[in-house]
Nanobody
Framework: QVQLVESGGGLVQAGGSLRLSCAASGSIFSIDVMGWYRQTPGKQRELVATVTSGGSINYADSVKGRFTISRDDTKNTVSLQMDNLKPEDTDVYYC???????????????WGQGTQVTVSS
């Protein structure tokens, strides 16, 4: 079993910054992709940013230049530094990891429990 535990989030004024962190634990052999998605109730979950084990990074157009994703493979963690936040960034943010578990060949997707980010105008 693999668990993703998120920290960070909260309430901030427009133009402010927040940092989200996520730690993966459990029976992990390797992690291919780590990243962050966000979701408004009633809407589809959308990509915010991902980073592969090879270092390739993908950002949603709406966050380019404002958000920075990073990962630490020694600790199985991924972080999202969010700067110049806007009210439209308000959402529940979910950590994501594509994990190959020890003793298995397949790669499975795992999600964190979600953390609320609220940006006031």
């Amino acid at each position: 079993q693999v668990q993703l535990v998120e920290s960070g989030g909260g309430l901030v004024q427009a133009g402010g910054s927040l940092r989200l962190s996520c730690a993966a634990s459990g029976s992990i052999f390797s992690i291919d992709v780590m990243g962050w998605y966000r979701q408004t109730p009633g809407k589809q979950r959308e990509l915010v940013a991902t980073v592969t084990s090879g270092g390739s990074i993908n950002y949603a157009d709406s966050v380019k230049g404002r958000f920075t994703i990073s990962r630490d493979d020694t600790k199985n963690t991924v972080s999202l530094q969010m700067d110049n936040l806007k009210p439209e960034d308000t959402d529940v943010y979910y950590c994501y990891a594509a994990v190959q578990r020890s003793g298995y060949l397949s790669v499975l997707r795992y999600w964190g429990q979600g953390t609320q980010v609220t940006v006031s105008s």
